[in-house]
């Protein structure tokens, strides 16, 4: 089973939006057995929420269903826990870097990294172009899947 952890500021908007988009994902490729997939923070404000009403919304325009999503703040035992820790910008990774101590095994890497256009994937809570993000996390975990697939 491949574990995936994703991760951003709050874990209201992009991660969760990964997550779910990552599980639908999968679903539909007839792979969930293969995959457990999360999300959470780098930081401690949101703890508790649940997805932000325009991330889930965007989520349900595709018919992504995110009930009963929490957000939580990444842990170091995270990294053992996880194959991929996967942030959505270069400000995430940097403090996923000071909540984990460090990168030994090199499973820490921003999304569109693994894309033909690596790059940071803006915050909508501050850009609220939720189309733009959702394309771009979508672009991202698709990628991501046939990789982790042919791995399997």
């Not at 991929?84 to 990168?103: A, F, S, T, V, W």
């Amino acid at each position: 089973m491949i574990k995936i952890l994703f991760v951003c500021h709050g874990n209201i908007c992009r991660s969760p939006m990964a997550e779910y988009i990552m599980k639908d994902l999968v679903k539909k490729a007839n792979r969930p057995d293969q995959f457990y997939i999360s999300s959470a923070a780098t930081s401690t404000e949101e703890i508790g929420n649940s997805i932000y009403p325009p991330a889930r919304r965007k989520l349900r325009e595709h018919g992504i269903v995110a009930d009963g999503h929490r957000a939580r703040r990444m842990e170091r035992r995270d990294y053992q826990d996880y194959d991929y820790l996967i942030g959505m910008e270069q400000y995430n990774i940097r403090n996923m870097m000071r909540i984990l101590g460090g990168d030994p095994g090199g499973k820490v890497r921003r999304l569109l990294d693994f894309t033909d256009g690596p790059g940071d994937i803006d915050d909508p809570w501050y850009t609220d172009d939720f189309d733009t993000t959702y394309q771009e996390i979508l672009r991202g975990c698709r990628v991501l899947l046939d990789k982790l697939t042919i791995e399997l």
